[in-house]
């Protein structure tokens, strides 16, 4: 029977499915033999107007042959982005190619005619009436037996009830049935021809006569027969027989439903069918109508009684609703009916999918709107990868935007996580979804969360929508407001700075979001006045810990300078041991200094700094041990130059110690150099990093960095005149060997020249004349291209690069300032801690305790402000006066523009998103702020309609007492008053 196809204008055509993530393909992912071949078979004229035309040369043909693929290393590995299972999964449980209609089954009469040889005309003449009961017997007195069999299922077809006796007479055959099962009775109850029904059961045929896959009665609810299908059913017609095709046996009611066959429905229910019953397919009639979207026969199913609108498909463990189907289709119709008798919005099927998650993934807007409003569904239920609704909205449908507005609206965590730990502003993000991205982060989204694997998402829109880093520029001018005060006496202007826009994700590790925007190069984003401001209030907070931290490294480094000058440098704790005549030299040990003469009486003072220094590294032993804790791995914290310097002062306090023989060694004093120069230059780091002299430090790192770069550029040269020297100068000490020459090229190169070298020796021994002159030769050589060249230069780069510093000094700053605030936040807040010295650090440390009160009000034109520093404080006071004019420009022309805030948002983030704040593009200041406070309106729409939907809850359920009070008291009435209360009451 698959060859009957479907009934035409009975089933609703089904939606096709939306294509969420279309790769797009452009030249350079074609594969190199398809853009090769193309390129080869070009007209020589396309091949000239290549060469004349600038833009076409930019396509090259490539060499027939004789190319090879260029080794340049690995490709870098594949972003790993999770398996996104609202893309592959299918829920449809119909297949159209079973249903029967009137066109299939008149061609396959007509081509099982033109098998046999038979002739087609008699079939025409059937239907147009020129054969007739008076001349049926004469037309086919002569017709083969299988023409008169088929033209006896033509006239059954037709109704031509009048032609079936005369068929008959002339050897037609009443139970014939044709190759795809179909027999008279099949094909009279299609047609829904009483007459011919009725004759032909009274020929005695089976009313159950199933040939192949249906039965006369399953024809009839094909073309909603209503009259022969009753006539069936009385004459014995079993309601309960099945189809039988491979792997789709349906029930009465699911070829009744395929056709839209509502009275025929309704006519099987009243006859018995079973509505909840689930077929070897593993279906029931509800699945199928939800699935196909036929709301008629659907609702004709739910009306029925006893029925269940939650029974599940047993098939393939698949465990859906007919909710689930409903809503995966976008059939808004079929959801309200479905929610109406009483379907349950909550029940997952197997993969965790509750019908939210499938009507978000289908962006049906209505659907969603009903199950959370009609259906209470919950837009945080996770699938069984912890995905939410919310993940599932992400889409590159036009009602994607809405649907996520709407799931935010009810409730929905905007940034919940999944088992890879991606958040809805992740995938948007992955795919490049700006004005889903943009929405997202207006609406509260963090986009300094990380997955699992340590992605944040500002990297993903930092490389995929970067034009949405506006948004985020744009929120942060949003937590600047301007206003005038409430105290009627002074008329100030206040000024608004909302730090939770900082804060809230992050808390209590306050500077943790924006350590993020440094991690991702967007480390412009410290300059925003709200940040600057935070940072300044933030470093007032945590300095004191970081001071102590300072004082402490310089009493262990003075600690240990002062050890080694006594002990090592000068010997004295050796000289009070045995007085020899070798430390008279030693000033500091000499007996007519206080100092020497006091260590020399009183050795134990030697060893009592020893001992003091040896407490002070046991502190310092416990607290970098402590400091593990706070890295992401051993790796990471080794390769930090600070930990390297600490640890090596550390161990050297051992090495240096007196305690093994009781007197100190030649090779101590080497190791006590190096401690003591790396212990100054590490405070010297830690003192840089205070803000005050965080501009100076990065002066310094950077001509450092430079200079060592040109250094090894023309190290060659330096090497050179070395060895020149060397042989032109041989009975000079300074050119006596090659490491000291070097050392002397150093100290000529910055302008010590020692011109002795040129001149002729004292005792009147004269070299000879051609090496003096190649001596005087290399001396000017190198001045010219040492001294004068080479030391401008790199002066000149120094001079350079610092002045190109000075204008990212501030900028520099912030980063050093938020780069320590996250380094004393870190071995604060450890787990690790007590409970109580926990909250003494969080009352001490935070900014605010609770992340949602954060919150600076500041009168920005009081001289005697002084809360902030004057420039930031001015720069955040323009910030939030430009966005108030550019609101008053919008509102203004709000009112001659009909267009609602929704739709103009909507509109702009489909046509272009917005670009980033350093773009050459980017929208100028009124016009952003324009588009920012619409999107605002439209949040405060949300936010009220989300109100509205909470009383009204509430509403109702308070009302519920009252309503049986009502009842109670109109019932009392119309007792007391009879019929005149009834009417008033009616």
Not at 672 to 695: D, Y
Not at 750 to 774: A, C, R, Y
Request: charged share 20%.
């Amino acid at each position: 029977m698959e060859n009957l196809g479907y009934k035409e204008g009975s089933a609703k055509p089904r939606r096709p499915r939306l294509q969420r993530r279309i790769s797009k393909i452009d030249r350079d992912d074609l594969p190199l033999s398809s853009v090769q071949s193309r390129y080869k078979n070009a007209s020589p004229k396309l091949m000239v107007r290549w060469r004349t035309d600038p833009n076409a040369m930019l396509e090259q043909q490539f060499p027939p042959d004789g190319f090879e693929y260029m080794e340049c290393g690995p490709s870098p590995p594949a972003e790993n982005v999770p398996i996104n299972m609202y893309d592959k999964f299918e829920e449809s449980v119909s297949d159209l190619n079973v249903q029967v209609c009137k066109e299939t089954i008149r061609n396959s009469l007509v081509e099982q005619m033109k098998a046999c040889g038979g002739r087609t005309k008699l079939l025409d003449d059937i239907e147009h009436g020129q054969i007739l009961s008076t001349n049926v017997v004469s037309r086919f007195e002569n017709a083969i037996k299988l023409e008169k069999n088929i033209a006896f299922l033509w006239s059954c077809f037709f109704k031509r009830w009048d032609l079936l006796d005369g068929l008959l007479n002339v050897g037609a055959d009443a139970t014939f049935y044709d190759a795809n099962g179909i027999s008279g009775l099949h094909l009279a109850a299609y047609s829904g021809c009483v007459t011919c029904t009725s004759l032909l059961i009274a020929k005695d045929i089976d009313v159950n006569l199933q040939p192949k896959s249906y039965t006369p009665l399953h024809f009839a609810a094909f073309n909603n027969s209503t009259e022969t299908a009753r006539m069936l059913i009385n004459n014995g017609a079993s309601i309960q027989t099945c189809t039988v095709k491979q792997n789709c046996d349906e029930s009465l009611l699911h070829c009744a439903v395929r056709a839209n066959a509502v009275q025929c429905i309704q006519l099987f229910i009243q006859e018995g069918a079973d509505v909840n019953s689930l077929k070897p397919n593993g279906t029931n009639p509800i699945h199928l109508a939800a699935d196909l979207g036929l709301s008629q026969s659907l609702k004709a199913l739910l009306d029925a009684p006893k029925v269940d609108p939650n029974i599940r498909i047993c098939i393939r463990e698949k465990e859906s609703t007919a909710l689930h189907l409903a809503a995966d289709e976008g059939n808004a119709e079929c959801v309200n009916l479905l929610l109406a008798k009483g379907a349950d919005a909550k029940l997952k099927n197997h993969r965790g999918f509750t019908p939210l998650h499938l009507a978000a993934r289908t962006s049906s807007l209505e659907c969603v709107e009903s199950l959370l409003r009609n259906g209470n569904a919950n837009p945080n239920s996770e699938d069984f990868d912890q995905r939410t609704p919310l993940h599932a909205a992400v889409g590159k449908s036009d009602y994607s935007f809405d649907i996520l507005e709407t799931l935010i609206a009810w409730g929905a965590n905007i940034n919940h996580k999944d088992v890879f730990g991606f958040t809805a502003l992740h995938l948007a993000a992955l795919d490049g979804l700006a004005h889903c991205v943009e929405m997202l982060i207006f609406h509260g989204a963090d986009v300094t969360t990380k997955s699992r694997k340590g992605t944040s998402a500002l990297n993903v829109i930092t490389r995929k929508t970067p034009q949405s880093l506006a948004m985020i520029h744009h929120k942060l001018d949003a937590a600047i407001s301007l206003h005038e005060s409430q105290d009627t006496s002074t008329r100030e202007v206040e000024l608004e700075l909302d730090f939770r826009q900082l804060m809230q994700h992050c808390h209590p590790r306050e500077i943790s979001f924006l350590h993020t925007f440094i991690d991702e190069g967007q480390k412009e984003f410290l300059e925003h006045p709200l940040c600057s401001a935070f940072l300044y209030i933030k470093w007032g907070k945590i300095r004191k810990f970081f001071i102590v931290r300072l004082l402490f490294c310089f009493i262990t480094v003075l600690f240990l300078s002062l050890y080694v000058l006594t002990a090592l440098a000068h010997s004295c704790y050796n000289g009070s041991k045995d007085m020899n005549e070798t430390l008279k030299d030693q000033e500091l040990c000499q007996k007519q200094s206080i100092l020497g003469d006091m260590l020399r009486k009183n050795p134990f003072v030697i060893e009592m700094q020893w001992w003091v220094l040896v407490v002070i590294i046991m502190v310092e032993i416990i607290r970098k041990l402590y400091g593990l804790t706070g890295y992401s791995s051993v790796k990471h914290y080794v390769t930090q130059i600070e930990n390297i310097i600490e640890w090596f002062v550390i161990i050297s306090v051992f090495l240096t110690s007196y305690i093994y023989n009781n007197r100190t060694d030649t090779w101590q004093n080497h190791i006590a150099a190096f401690a003591v120069l790396l212990g100054w230059t590490n405070l010297m780091l830690m003192i840089g990093q205070l803000p005050v002299f965080g501009v100076y430090v990065s002066m310094y790192t950077k001509v450092q960095v430079e200079f060592g770069k040109l250094f090894m550029a023309y190290s060659c040269m330096l090497i050179g005149f070395t060895i020149s020297f060397c042989v032109i100068f041989p009975d000079s000490p300074v050119f006596s060997n090659p490491f000291m020459g070097f050392i002397t090229v150093l100290v000529l190169m910055i302008g010590e020249q020692d011109l002795s070298l040129l001149t002729n020796e004292p005792d009147g021994t004269d070299p000879p004349v051609l090496l003096e002159i190649s001596a005087q030769i290399t001396f000017v050589l190198f001045l010219l291209f040492v001294t004068v060249i080479l030391m401008n230069l790199l002066v000149g780069i120094a001079v350079n690069d610092i002045q190109a510093l000075k204008k990212t000094a501030e900028l520099s700053k912030l980063v050093r300032q938020t780069e320590l605030i996250l380094y004393i936040e870190s071995a604060l807040f450890k787990k690790y801690l007590p409970a109580w010295l926990r909250k003494i650090l969080h009352n001490t440390a935070l900014v605010s305790p609770q992340a949602y009160r954060a919150v600076l009000c500041l009168k920005p034109l009081n001289p005697g402000e002084k809360r902030l520093p004057k420039d930031i404080l001015m720069r955040a006071y323009n910030v939030a006066k430009e966005r108030k004019l550019a609101e008053n420009t919008s509102s203004s022309s709000d009112l001659q523009d009909p267009l609602s805030h929704s739709e103009k948002f909507k509109d702009n983030n489909n046509v272009k998103a917005l670009p980033a704040p350093d773009s050459d593009s980017a929208l100028d200041t009124v016009s952003l702020c324009a588009l920012t406070s619409k999107m605002e309106d439209n949040a405060e729409r949300l936010d009220s309609l989300t109100k509205e939907i909470r009383e009204l809850k509430s509403a109702l359920h308070q009302n519920d007492h009252v309503i049986d009070q009502l009842l109670l008291f109109l019932a009392s009435q119309q007792q007391k008053n009879g019929g005149s209360n009834k009417k008033n009451s009616a």
